[in-house]
Every structure is written in structure tokens, then in C-alpha cells.
């Protein structure tokens, strides 16, 4: 099955490529979300956990670091979800088409020593809320695919 694209093209745009890596972390019925502040007295975008994969990393270490960054969470990877596409311009004005993978993982131990990204927030919410608030339609999606294995 080829994976699924989301996203809208903006016209005269030229999307870079970017491998990435995301997971679905659920505890105690809630998921774990990066809630990301993008411009001062905004209200916040909502992502899962993940982001770009660095040189020399596997899709798995890259997801670990991400959580560690982003969240303060040290993570356990576990099933494969789903591979997902997703275009977007980023804050920075750039144009992306994300090659997600998505993997459920569980919580070993929050470590706030870990998070060095101050615009990320660690939030926990239901996966249907989630669904609903999602910044990129990819995430939904993958949290709706954990949704029907797990729910």
C-alpha cells in the first residue's frame, strides 16, 4: 500500500522532502501532545511528539530523542502504525512534505532534563480531542488507526 498524502499544494511552492518520525502515547486513557506555541499570545498548535530524522538515526532512536526533546518524556517504541505524507508550510516559511512513520510507544519515565524545546509543552488529552485539534490531518489520522487497534 503506498502511503497516504496529506496536505494541501500552495501553488508556486516547491515542497522539500523530510523524512520524520512520530508516536501515539497513551497513559491512562490520555495521549500524549506537544501543544507548540508558533507566535506569542497565540493559542497553541497541537502535534504529536516527532519531528525530523537526523543523519545516521533510525526512525526508532529519532522518535526516543523527539520525546525526550519536545516532551521530557524517555519513551519505549512498540508496534508500527502507519507511513503518512503530510505538505505544510512551516513557521519559518518553508515549504515540507513530511514521510512520516508512526509507531505506538509507552512511557518509561518523565525526565523534564531532557526537554530543551521551550515552545513545546507537554499536554495530555483525549485521543478523540486530539482527532479534532490536530494541526496536520497525518497525526489524526495515525492516532485514528491506533484508535481502532487499541480502542
Given at each position: 500500500?503506498?502511503d497516504?498524502?496529506?496536505?494541501?499544494?500552495?501553488?508556486?511552492?516547491?515542497?522539500?522532502?523530510?523524512?520524520?518520525?512520530f508516536?501515539?502515547?497513551?497513559?491512562?486513557?490520555?495521549l500524549?501532545?506537544?501543544?507548540?506555541?508558533?507566535?506569542a499570545?497565540e493559542p497553541?498548535?497541537?502535534?504529536?511528539?516527532?519531528?525530523?530524522?537526523?543523519?545516521?538515526?533510525?526512525e526508532?532512536?529519532?522518535?526516543?530523542?523527539?520525546?525526550?526533546?519536545?516532551?521530557?518524556?524517555?519513551?519505549?517504541?512498540?508496534?508500527?502504525?502507519?507511513?503518512?505524507?503530510?505538505?505544510?508550510?512551516?513557521?519559518?516559511?518553508?515549504?515540507v512534505?513530511?514521510?512520516?512513520a508512526f509507531?505506538?510507544?509507552?512511557?518509561?519515565?518523565?525526565?523534564?532534563?531532557l526537554?530543551?524545546?521551550?515552545d513545546?509543552?507537554?499536554?495530555?488529552?483525549?485521543?478523540?480531542d486530539?482527532?479534532?485539534?490536530?494541526?496536520?490531518?497525518?497525526?489524526?489520522?495515525?492516532?485514528?488507526?491506533?484508535?481502532?487497534?487499541?480502542?
Amino acid at each position: 500500500m503506498a502511503d497516504l498524502q496529506f496536505g494541501e499544494i500552495v501553488e508556486g511552492r516547491t515542497y522539500v522532502d523530510r523524512p520524520a518520525t512520530f508516536g501515539v502515547v497513551v497513559r491512562d486513557g490520555l495521549l500524549a501532545v506537544a501543544a507548540i506555541t508558533i507566535r506569542a499570545g497565540e493559542p497553541p498548535v497541537f502535534d504529536l511528539p516527532g519531528g525530523g530524522i537526523d543523519p545516521g538515526e533510525t526512525e526508532l532512536e529519532a522518535m526516543v530523542r523527539e520525546f525526550g526533546e519536545e516532551a521530557g518524556l524517555n519513551i519505549a517504541p512498540g508496534a508500527f502504525l502507519m507511513r503518512a505524507r503530510q505538505r505544510y508550510i512551516s513557521p519559518e516559511g518553508r515549504a515540507v512534505n513530511n514521510h512520516g512513520a508512526f509507531y505506538a510507544a509507552s512511557v518509561l519515565t518523565e525526565d523534564p532534563a531532557l526537554k530543551i524545546e521551550d515552545d513545546h509543552e507537554l499536554v495530555w488529552m483525549s485521543p478523540t480531542d486530539f482527532v479534532q485539534k490536530a494541526r496536520h490531518e497525518a497525526q489524526a489520522w495515525a492516532v485514528c488507526v491506533w484508535l481502532r487497534n487499541n480502542g
